[in-house]
């Protein structure tokens, strides 16, 4: 698979990186000389050029591509760079519908994309096949995250399944046990929480194999279908976190987008939530949106770094703070100032990638928009198999895919084991359809043939996705 990308900034460069794992063949294209520069070590071909140019598209390779990202800074430039290398395809290989280019638009405005208020749905007109608005992505990652704060990482996996990443501490009731005891209890409860893969300190992760000897320091990684096990695994790895109400009260800075639909979430499971907005009319436009009217909501316009207002607020008394503004410094001021209060679920916004790490580490819970960004485009890119991809962010090398069983895959009838060997990776997970049409995790022991309909998880060495993605078409 040839894939070319427009936009060699953070988001572009993350794509890139994450395709030649899978050792696909990449273009970048970029007018910006130093980004092309700063990519020089993704071993791709580099264009510096426009995207909405002829001659950069075709030395990019357009008529061998299967796949266009267009992630540059601009959303209209992605929207538009949808039907311009559409065009240039159709010329260069003779395909009057351009049937044979993909294209992916990523749109950092997800009010574009609204019916209502934007121009969505894109699909129907742009001549982009896939439209990544990664709003409710952050928003998800945000809400799971904060269910457990002092865990690594918490990746949804769609409505029923989270990777879970934490390291080892002093602590830990499993130093110096194999994975295989870990993991005994995940073969007969399907709701225990079970190591899929490790790294120890300076070392390459891998999917175990259960003789592991488990040791402080070693960063293990979990799947689960339930956010009630999330305490459990903070007590395997030697962390302690209090339970979350409930009905949590929420303090969200900014009425962004973001603060919106976190405000939105919370209101629905019966919360309290104040919303505190510098800015008048964007406080006004959340008063008067459809969540305005909920009583239990309060809208504050104000200075969210004023102390004042803040002891006013009671914010220490809050469960849970979340700062959504722009500025990452001021999202990090804003909730290390929150933490410091004594609220220790406190989440926020980022965009910077590279900071996530850092500020977990001072016990607070970002999520970066350009991290999750990647994470959607990959999760387009791959869309051919129905399902999810996600990158593992604490180990690179691997990554988790679900699927489920149509009929007419080669798989079906197959026993766990023989399954796994075909497709070329481990099969950590499987839910079934009930009598009821609701899905339902299987215990391991009870799994048998795979049946038309179930739903797979997988994880695997990134470099095998292609072989996993052939296996998994029906």
């Known amino acids: 698979m040839r894939v070319i990308i427009a936009g060699a900034g953070e988001v572009g460069r993350g794509v890139?990186?994450?395709?030649?794992?899978?050792?696909r063949g990449v273009a970048l294209i970029d007018p910006d000389p130093s980004a092309i520069s700063d990519s020089q070590s993704l071993d791709c071909l580099l264009i510096t050029g426009d995207?909405?140019?002829?001659?950069?598209?075709?030395?990019?390779?357009i008529s061998d591509a299967e796949i266009i990202v267009f992630a540059t800074n601009d959303d209209h430039i992605n929207i538009l760079g949808c039907a311009f290398a559409k065009r240039v395809f159709s010329e260069q290989v003779g395909d009057r519908t351009a049937s044979g280019l993909i294209t992916i638009a990523n749109i950092r405005n997800s009010e574009i994309t609204e019916p209502s208020r934007g121009a969505g749905p894109l699909e129907n007109w742009a001549r982009t096949n896939f439209v990544v608005s990664p709003s409710k992505d952050v928003?998800?990652?945000?809400?799971?995250?904060?269910?457990?704060?002092?865990?690594?990482?918490?990746?949804p996996l769609g409505e029923n399944a989270w990777i879970v990443v934490s390291r080892v501490s002093v602590e830990s009731p499993i130093i110096g046990s194999t994975v295989s005891d870990v993991n005994s209890e995940a073969g007969k409860d399907p709701n225990h929480p079970r190591i899929i893969a490790l790294t120890a300190p300076e070392k390459r992760g891998?999917?175990?194999?259960?003789?592991e000897i488990i040791q402080e320091g070693d960063m293990l990684v979990f799947v689960t279908s339930s956010t009630y096990s999330f305490n459990e695994i903070a007590r395997i790895v030697g962390d302690s976190i209090s339970d979350l109400p409930e009905k949590p009260s929420v303090a969200i800075f900014g009425a962004t987008d973001f603060g919106s639909s976190l405000a939105e979430h919370y209101l629905k499971i019966g919360s309290n939530v104040v919303i505190i907005e510098p800015d008048l009319d964007a406080a006004n436009s959340v008063v008067g949106s459809r969540i305005g009217v909920n009583k239990r909501l309060d809208v504050i316009h104000g200075d969210p770094q004023d102390e004042?207002?803040?002891?006013?607020?009671?914010?220490e008394d809050h469960d849970i703070a979340i700062s959504t503004l722009s500025d990452d410094n001021l999202n990090i001021s804003i909730s290390m100032r929150t933490f410091d209060k004594g609220v220790s679920r406190t989440g926020l916004i980022l965009k910077d990638r590279a900071l996530v790490e850092a500020i977990q580490r001072i016990g607070l819970r970002p999520v970066s928009k350009r991290r999750v960004a990647v994470k959607s485009i990959l999760k387009a890119i791959h869309m051919h198999v129905p399902g999810l991809y996600e990158p593992i962010p604490r180990i690179p090398s691997l990554v988790s895919m679900s699927a489920e069983m149509a009929s007419g895959n080669s798989i079906l009838g197959k026993e766990l084991d023989e399954a796994e060997e075909i497709i070329g990776a481990n099969l950590v997970m499987l839910e079934r359809m009930d009598d009821d049409g609701v899905f339902q995790r299987i215990s391991e022991d009870s799994i048998g043939p795979l049946q038309e309909g179930?739903?797979?998880?997988?994880?695997?060495?990134i470099n095998d996705v292609g072989?996993?993605?052939?296996s998994l078409r029906s």
């Open 16 to 23: 890139a990186a994450a395709l030649r794992g899978e050792k």
């Open 51 to 61: 995207a909405l140019s002829r001659e950069s598209l075709v030395r990019a390779g």
């Open 139 to 155: 928003v998800d990652q945000l809400i799971s995250g904060l269910v457990a704060p002092s865990l690594a990482d918490v990746i």
């Open 206 to 211: 891998r999917i175990v194999s259960g003789n």
């Open 308 to 315: 004042d207002l803040l002891r006013e607020l009671a914010v």
């Open 454 to 461: 179930d739903r797979i998880y997988l994880i695997l060495e």
């Open 467 to 470: 072989k996993a993605e052939e």
